[in-house]
């Protein structure tokens, strides 16, 4: 369902002028019945002033009689051919005030991890803009060095689910021919999940290689030395000596 304009406002008209109930309220304005609920109280929106919905055309007078007749009944926002399309936004998202202080450090994330990222990419996961992301890139931003790289799926600016569809969509800009990739290039275009799920491929290392058929085991060949005393009790037949019949006598 669409929200009316200035939600928030709007229910605080409602609640001040009508006798609808909090949860016909709250669904109508998009909001929590107990949201509505800490407006009736005063307890939130404070010092907010009432949007009236009827006056800015958003309501039908009606609309609020059979609401207050029928608890049950769910208000209906006025159609307005205006803002048809409206909901399809285009550019940067937005990005609430508590987070925009988060925005550098998961910039500087993905151009570290994933530097085929598009500029126009970041600016939708993030919601910055590109100068800010030029900065960065360059190392010019003013707060450089105390920027350190977090996860924007970490700090609550974008959805896993975004970031693994942007890093897709680069991945296939950039190898449309089936050009073999190394390994590094490969590990930064697949998402966390496909590459956890990737089946691990031993390689031989190039230091080593050539020595895979070398072994420190005897070859059965090799003839035994007839020297060895591999039996314990071979070490106590000492031969006979007779230097002791000699003290006998």
Request: charge should be negative; include cysteine.
């Amino acid at each position: 369902m669409t929200k009316p304009l200035m939600a928030k406002a709007t229910a605080v008209w409602l609640v001040d002028n009508t006798t609808l109930s909090f949860r016909q309220i709250a669904d109508f304005c998009g909001m929590h019945e107990l949201e509505v609920q800490g407006i009736a109280d005063g307890d939130v929106a404070a010092g907010v002033k009432g949007f009236d919905p009827i006056a800015n055309s958003q309501l039908e007078p009606g609309e609020i009689e059979k609401g207050e007749k029928d608890p049950s009944y769910r208000l209906k926002l006025k159609f307005n051919p205006a803002s048809v399309g409206e909901e399809k936004r285009r550019g940067p998202r937005y990005t609430p005030l508590s987070k925009r202080q988060d925005r550098p450090a998961a910039i500087l994330w993905l151009v570290k991890f994933h530097p085929e990222l598009a500029d126009s990419q970041i600016s939708k996961l993030v919601g910055t803009t590109k100068p800010t992301i030029a900065s960065i890139r360059d190392r010019t931003h003013w707060n450089i060095s105390n920027i350190t790289p977090i996860d924007p799926v970490a700090l609550g600016l974008c959805r896993q689910t975004e970031l693994d569809a942007a890093v897709q969509k680069a991945a296939k800009k950039k190898n449309p021919d089936g050009v073999v990739m190394s390994d590094d290039e490969r590990r930064k275009l697949v998402s966390t999940e496909q590459s956890l799920g990737m089946s691990a491929e031993p390689k031989m290392p190039s230091s080593i290689a050539g020595l895979e058929n070398f072994s420190l085991s005897r070859s059965e060949e090799e003839e035994k030395n007839p020297a060895d005393y591999s039996d314990a009790e071979s070490f106590f037949n000492l031969p006979n000596d007779d230097d002791e019949d000699d003290e006998d006598n």
